[in-house]
């Protein structure tokens, strides 16, 4: 793709791509492990609004053995108190921008690629939407750069280190892979073959790059008016936005997220599968950090706000029916 697996000819892109996989699902696991244990979740889950009213860590609470509270609370305690500031979210979305900027190029590379195989790059359907794809995440990184420098409160909360690192090595990935499943296939198969002319490949593969289009501009531009709403409260209250009242969400922007995700996911997939194995798994990933973090979210709001429990109740977490 794009000649992209001119890039992997020195390196095992089998390799690269189940490291890759088992990083989003090792990632997800442990979020699943550090939310189901009491003792784990208090310390090391609650992040900004929710950690500043968050009761610490209860004893009571605990389903660890004695003899391993005993041993592990003092440590669990110390790694708990090593935090960043919030703030530091855009950095998330800078590394994102700047990967996405470098595969970008890497990509087009002109002075190599000018204009044969550059014309070439774009009449193969997987090469096409592949570029696209790039192109999008590179818009959501700036989009969501945009937002933590301009929209967004400043705020003095601090989140664990842990969130930051896994951040800044999710968005690192994610820039590999949402290509590198191509590549690799691309690298074992023969070389692509430019399709000229209107076929019914063309015809399908147009609509799947404007239906995904079209839902990630979407989701992007709701993402953004949930950002700028909740931006513009001057204290938290349960959000009364036409949006969250609309989708019934706790959450709807954690939604619109992985919505996002999932055009992705379709758009990278080669030849007339429906989805890019590899984004799926970031995208799974996605799914469970953000159900997660809206689940505690809507537990939190029930606490917080008794006299609107039985509204916050009726509300889903993220995904419509679903959550």
Not at 20 to 25: Q, S
Not at 27 to 46: E, M
Not at 186 to 205: F, N
């Amino acid at each position: 793709m794009g000649y992209d697996h001119d890039l992997l000819k020195d390196y095992n892109p089998d390799v690269i791509v189940w490291s890759i996989r088992a990083f989003y699902i090792f990632a997800s696991y442990a979020i699943l492990i550090v939310r189901f244990i009491p003792d784990l979740r208090s310390r090391f889950l609650n992040y900004g609004a929710r950690a500043d009213s968050a009761a610490r860590y209860d004893i009571k609470d605990s389903v660890l053995p004695r003899w391993f509270r005993i041993q592990f609370d003092p440590v669990l305690d110390w790694l708990a108190d090593i935090t960043v500031p919030h703030s530091w979210f855009r950095h998330f979305y800078i590394c994102s921008s700047l990967c996405s900027a470098y595969w970008l190029f890497a990509h087009l590379n002109l002075a190599h690629y000018f204009p044969s195989a550059f014309e070439l790059s774009l009449t193969n359907p997987w090469e096409y939407r592949t570029m696209w794809a790039r192109l999008l995440l590179q818009l959501q990184g700036l989009r969501r750069l945009y937002e933590c420098v301009h929209v967004a409160k400043p705020s003095r909360s601090r989140m664990w280190v842990g969130h930051y690192v896994i951040g800044i090595a999710f968005y690192v990935v994610t820039d590999v892979a949402i290509w590198i499943e191509p590549a690799l296939e691309a690298k074992m198969s023969s070389p692509p073959v430019g399709i000229r002319g209107i076929t019914p490949l063309v015809i399908l593969d147009a609509a799947r790059v404007t239906a995904c289009i079209l839902i990630f501009f979407y989701s992007s531009y709701k993402q953004y008016q949930v950002h700028a709403y909740l931006a513009g409260l001057k204290e938290y209250r349960v959000p009364d936005h036409p949006i969250f009242e609309d989708t019934n969400l706790v959450c709807p922007h954690y939604g619109y997220e992985v919505n996002i995700y999932v055009a992705l996911t379709m758009l990278t997939a080669r030849d007339t599968r429906i989805l890019n194995t590899t984004m799926l798994c970031a995208t799974s990933f996605v799914v469970i950090n953000l159900g997660v973090t809206a689940d505690m979210t809507k537990k939190w709001q029930m606490q917080k706000f008794p006299k609107q429990r039985p509204e916050i109740a009726k509300r889903r977490r993220m995904l419509g029916s679903i959550w």
